[in-house]
């Protein structure tokens, strides 16, 4: 079964300054790969998506990630942080009808 | 409808009460899934739905939870005899997964249920 790892419950950044959240997965068949967020008191928002073919992805709000199949690794990256990108953010793997989440990291920003 | 709408949005009881929190999906979604958010936790999963048969019920965390989904729409979440360790927030999501396209899950804003 699938499984993901996120690295780091809290990360805290200035804004302006790179945003790194980790994220490692483990699958038996070629993996779909997601990251969402989460706004206080909101439901889940996706923020972009791997599914084949470029392995780096570009999601809203100017964030990206970069699937590495050799590192099973799937972080999410963002050159340059912003107030309004507090949130928790959530890295998931999918194998058919099946997904899993992991724990979250919650992102914080200060000015 | 537009979005997932889960009701009610808010939900206090008292320990032993039964609760029902449902889920609206998106229309023509056919998979729909549970999972329950703790304080300072991740998302756990609960249960799926494929149409209304679920596949893996295997996330439920006891006895006292049920699901079920009629028409291949709406689905409710049972939790019987209420325990404050039930305190969570439940969020929902649906996909129209089909099989070899990916799995994006749209998410419900969840409903806060608090057991007293």
Known sequence: AQSVTQL???VSVSEGALVLLRCNYSSSVPPYLFWYVQYPNQGLQLLLKYTTGATLVKGINGFEAEFKKSETSFHLTK???HMSDAAEYFCAVSEMCDMRFGAGTRLTVKP | GAGVSQSPSNKVTEKGKDVELRCDPISGHTALYWYRQSLGQGLEFLI???????????????DRFSAERTGGSV?????????QEDSAVYLCA???WDRGRENIQYFGAGTRLSVL
Do not use: E, M, V
């Open chain 2, 48 to 62: 799926y739905f494929q149409g209304n048969s679920a596949p893996d019920k295997s996330g439920l965390p006891s």
């Open chain 1, 79 to 81: 050159p340059s942080a």
């Open chain 1, 8 to 10: 780091g419950s809290h």
């Open chain 2, 94 to 96: 649906s996909s129209q």
């Open chain 2, 75 to 83: 689905s409710t979440l049972t939790i019987q005899r209420t325990q």
